[in-house]
Protein backbone atom coordinates (compact mmCIF):
# COMPACT_ATOMS: atom_id res chain seq x y z
CA UNK A 1 0.00 0.00 0.00
CA UNK A 2 3.22 2.58 0.71
CA UNK A 3 5.42 3.30 -1.24
CA UNK A 4 8.38 5.50 -1.50
CA UNK A 5 9.43 6.52 -5.02
CA UNK A 6 12.71 8.69 -6.04
CA UNK A 7 13.63 10.67 -8.91
CA UNK A 8 16.01 13.16 -9.64
CA UNK A 9 19.29 11.20 -10.49
CA UNK A 10 21.59 11.44 -13.35
CA UNK A 11 24.45 12.47 -14.97
CA UNK A 12 26.44 15.39 -13.82
CA UNK A 13 29.99 16.37 -14.40
CA UNK A 14 32.27 17.06 -11.41
CA UNK A 15 30.60 20.86 -9.70
CA UNK A 16 27.55 20.70 -10.86
CA UNK A 17 24.19 20.60 -8.80
CA UNK A 18 21.29 17.61 -8.66
CA UNK A 19 18.14 17.37 -6.79
CA UNK A 20 16.25 14.29 -5.81
CA UNK A 21 13.37 14.02 -4.74
CA UNK A 22 11.58 11.05 -2.71
CA UNK A 23 7.59 11.17 -2.17
CA UNK A 24 5.84 8.82 0.09
CA UNK A 25 2.47 7.49 -0.83
CA UNK A 26 -0.60 5.18 -0.19
CA UNK A 27 -2.50 6.05 2.90
CA UNK A 28 -0.39 6.86 5.67
CA UNK A 29 -0.91 8.46 8.72
CA UNK A 30 2.48 9.87 9.72
CA UNK A 31 5.92 10.35 9.10
CA UNK A 32 8.87 10.82 11.48
CA UNK A 33 12.42 10.52 10.18
CA UNK A 34 13.51 10.63 6.65
CA UNK A 35 16.50 10.14 5.60
CA UNK A 36 19.05 9.34 2.61
CA UNK A 37 21.29 6.93 2.01
CA UNK A 38 24.15 5.80 -1.03
CA UNK A 39 26.21 2.77 -1.87
CA UNK A 40 29.15 3.74 -4.22
CA UNK A 41 30.62 0.93 -6.63
CA UNK A 42 32.53 -1.72 -3.93
CA UNK A 43 31.39 0.33 -1.07
CA UNK A 44 29.02 -0.22 1.94
CA UNK A 45 25.42 1.51 2.39
CA UNK A 46 26.35 4.70 4.13
CA UNK A 47 24.02 7.31 5.19
CA UNK A 48 24.22 10.73 3.45
CA UNK A 49 21.64 12.95 5.61
CA UNK A 50 18.29 12.96 8.03
CA UNK A 51 15.92 15.15 9.02
CA UNK A 52 13.26 14.47 11.61
CA UNK A 53 9.81 15.29 12.10
CA UNK A 54 10.61 18.31 13.69
CA UNK A 55 13.03 19.29 10.73
CA UNK A 56 16.53 18.79 12.68
CA UNK A 57 19.11 17.56 10.27
CA UNK A 58 22.39 15.47 10.80
CA UNK A 59 25.06 15.01 7.37
CA UNK A 60 27.91 12.77 6.97
CA UNK A 61 31.17 14.77 7.16
CA UNK A 62 31.76 14.21 3.34
CA UNK A 63 28.69 15.92 2.25
CA UNK A 64 28.59 19.04 4.82
CA UNK A 65 28.61 22.26 3.38
CA UNK A 66 27.52 20.38 0.06
CA UNK A 67 24.62 18.63 0.58
CA UNK A 68 21.19 19.99 1.91
CA UNK A 69 18.07 17.83 3.10
CA UNK A 70 14.61 19.57 4.11
CA UNK A 71 11.34 17.66 3.42
CA UNK A 72 7.40 19.44 2.54
CA UNK A 73 5.51 17.26 5.40
CA UNK A 74 2.59 18.46 3.70
CA UNK A 75 3.25 16.26 0.45
CA UNK A 76 5.24 13.91 1.98
CA UNK A 77 8.26 14.16 0.25
CA UNK A 78 11.91 14.41 1.67
CA UNK A 79 14.42 16.50 -0.52
CA UNK A 80 18.35 16.02 -1.22
CA UNK A 81 20.04 18.82 -2.90
CA UNK A 82 23.43 18.28 -3.92
CA UNK A 83 25.81 21.20 -4.87
CA UNK A 84 29.75 20.96 -5.97
CA UNK A 85 29.43 17.54 -6.61
CA UNK A 86 32.73 15.52 -6.63
CA UNK A 87 33.33 11.88 -8.36
CA UNK A 88 33.56 10.01 -5.11
CA UNK A 89 29.59 11.00 -4.82
CA UNK A 90 29.00 8.82 -7.87
CA UNK A 91 26.33 5.70 -5.91
CA UNK A 92 22.98 4.82 -6.03
CA UNK A 93 20.94 6.97 -3.34
CA UNK A 94 17.77 5.61 -1.54
CA UNK A 95 15.21 7.19 0.39
CA UNK A 96 14.31 5.74 3.65
CA UNK A 97 11.07 6.79 6.14
CA UNK A 98 9.63 5.69 8.92
CA UNK A 99 5.98 6.12 9.20
CA UNK A 100 2.99 5.04 10.38
CA UNK A 101 0.27 3.65 8.09
CA UNK A 102 -3.31 4.39 8.44
CA UNK A 103 -4.15 0.91 8.65
CA UNK A 104 -1.18 -0.50 10.47
CA UNK A 105 -0.34 -1.02 14.24
CA UNK A 106 2.53 0.69 14.73
CA UNK A 107 5.61 2.42 13.09
CA UNK A 108 7.30 0.39 9.94
CA UNK A 109 10.35 1.41 8.09
CA UNK A 110 10.44 1.74 4.04
CA UNK A 111 12.86 2.38 1.03
CA UNK A 112 12.51 3.49 -2.36
CA UNK A 113 14.04 1.80 -5.09
CA UNK A 114 17.13 3.47 -5.49
CA UNK A 115 18.48 6.79 -8.46
CA UNK A 116 21.76 6.87 -9.97
CA UNK A 117 24.01 9.53 -9.63
CA UNK A 118 26.91 9.65 -11.67
CA UNK A 119 29.50 12.24 -11.42
CA UNK A 120 32.03 12.29 -14.21
CA UNK A 121 35.71 14.52 -13.88
Known amino acids: QVQLVESGGGLVQAGGSLRLSCTAS????????MAWYRRGPGKQRELVAA???????TYADSVKGRFTIFRDNAKNTVYLRMNSLKPEDTAVYYC???????????????WGQGTQVTVSS
Open 96 to 110: NAELWPTFGATWSNY
Open 26 to 33: GSIFKIND
Open 51 to 57: ITSGGST
